[in-house]
């Protein structure tokens, strides 16, 4: 079966730098888009950054632009988040999503997500 499986969260000071790994199992890595999603408790899970197969194009939310990084290495099944100048409102549970299908917008498969959180 599919298994996304994050790490890399935690606590960081505001201004601080947090890199997220996701470790992709049971797929054929390079065919699937992959991305981040991030949910606070009580609203909605938000995009945050998606890339393609080939890693060739990125999106990101508009929040994020100019601070996150979304990247792949498709030899080792792992995407991951670099993150940047982070801000208290970044601080949410962040899940690792795939996707068969460009731009994400309905995830075929999530991780168990990881926290992270951003002191001010």
């Known amino acids: 079966q599919v298994q996304l499986v994050e790490s890399g969260g935690g606590l960081v000071q505001a201004g601080g730098s947090l890199r997220l790994s996701c470790l992709a199992s049971g797929l054929t890595f390079s065919s699937y888009a992959m991305g981040w999603f991030r949910q606070v408790p009580g609203k909605e899970r938000e995009f945050v950054a998606a890339?393609?197969?080939?890693?060739?194009?990125?999106r990101y939310a508009d929040s994020v632009k100019g601070r996150f990084t979304i990247s792949r290495d498709n030899a080792k099944n792992t995407v991951y988040l670099q993150m940047n100048s982070l801000k208290p409102e970044d601080t949410a549970v962040y899940y690792c999503?795939?996707?068969?299908?460009?731009?994400?917008?309905?995830?075929?498969?999530w991780g168990q997500g990881t926290q992270v959180t951003v002191s001010s």
């Open positions: 999503v795939a996707d068969n299908w460009y731009p994400i917008q309905r995830p075929d498969y």
């Open positions: 890339l393609t197969g080939s890693g060739g194009r990125t």
